[in-house]
């Protein structure tokens, strides 16, 4: 029966054994060539591309990168999205991408190590480019991307893998909030943070620890845990529950998400912000301008953060000699309501 025959009248039936019966060749052979397996020659891994697409087993992008060509996809590797900022941030690489012609296969890792089916549709798919906002980048993940030439750049991140990087300066940022939290006033801090290896927010915890620390004061840290509302939410209701000549002045929680949540643990606990204490964050999300938070916090240069991974990315994607670069974009301290100047503070 014609190839197009059998595509008509069973194309959901298509399996590798189908594509092996008119290939000619071994089933182990067509699924090597449809994994990319350089082991089976081009030529055999374009004819059982072609015959795959005929009868319908995959689509035509993938069937071209499996003949020696590009799949014109870009991988975007996301981790848990607990944390708004990665929903905008995803956003505007879909709105950015979108504008430049250029089509996404997003991938999500979970909560942990990558895992094996986001590994099998890297090799499946064979991505031209590769951006990731997870912290849970595995070298696994770093490795399958370096050995095949696939270029890789981390949003709002920093690694030490093989990649290039866009982040917000996150120490910098943190430091800027410290100084100003101190201008106005405070001296009795609470740092909330996680217990994540982002760097991230660590980054943002060592900024706003060291200049306190500068400046003669010791922030309490406390962890919330994760990046997410119950974590912050957590923290506050800690905080609240500490002697009332314990309470910190301030609270500087390494996300906005976070900081939302302490806002809410503290208020329950019958607590005012900004009267009884400041609370501030860092990220600048949609719902941290709510009239119910008004949240003083690090703005993200969220478009120009995106704008510029493409960038690096299509570059190396053109030119793969090109070495990889950090970039750091400065973020802008937004100021609302949650924070106010402490009693006795003198106008700057």
């Known amino acids: 029966m014609p190839s197009s025959a059998i595509a008509a009248s069973s194309r959901d039936r298509v399996t590798v054994v189908t594509i092996a019966r008119q290939a000619g060749v071994a089933s182990s052979t067509v699924s090597r060539a449809l994994n990319g397996d350089p082991r089976i020659s081009a030529a055999t891994r374009a004819r059982i591309a072609a015959i795959a697409v005929e009868l319908g087993y995959m689509p035509d992008a993938l069937a071209r990168t499996l003949s020696g060509g590009r799949s014109g996809l870009i991988g975007l590797v996301l981790g848990p999205v607990e944390n708004p900022f990665y929903v905008a941030l995803l956003q505007e690489v879909v709105a950015q991408a979108a504008a430049r012609g250029l089509r996404l296969l997003i991938l999500h890792l979970g909560a942990g190590a990558a895992e094996e089916e986001t590994m099998r549709a890297l090799r499946q798919y064979r991505v031209d480019g590769c951006l990731v906002t997870s912290a849970q980048l595995s070298s696994d993940i770093a490795d399958l991307c370096g050995q095949r030439g696939v270029p890789v750049v981390m949003l709002n991140r920093v690694t030490r893998l093989r990649a290039s990087s866009v982040s917000c300066d996150n120490l910098e940022g943190a430091a800027e909030m410290a100084r100003f939290l101190m201008d106005e006033g405070h001296r009795r801090f609470v740092l909330v943070g996680t217990d994540t290896i982002s760097s991230t927010a660590l980054e943002r915890e060592q900024g706003f620890i060291q200049t306190l620390t500068a400046a003669g004061l010791q922030p309490v840290r406390l962890s919330g845990g994760t990046s997410s509302w119950a974590g912050g939410f957590a923290a506050g209701e800690r905080i609240a529950a500490l002697p009332s000549d314990e309470l910190p002045e301030a609270v500087f ?96």
Not at 261 to 285: C, N, T, Y
């Open 253 to 348: 929680a390494v996300s906005d998400i976070m900081a939302l949540g302490v806002i809410d643990g503290l208020r329950r606990h019958g607590l005012r912000v900004p009267e009884d204490i400041s609370v501030a964050g860092f990220d600048d999300i949609a719902e941290s301008a709510r009239p119910t938070y008004a949240l003083t916090t690090i703005s993200q240069p969220l478009v120009p953060m995106v704008q510029r991974g493409l960038d690096l990315l299509l570059a190396r994607m053109q030119d793969p000699a090109l070495p990889d670069e950090v970039t750091l974009l400065r973020g802008t301290l937004t100021l609302r309501a949650s924070t106010r100047k402490r009693a006795g503070t003198q106008a700057a």
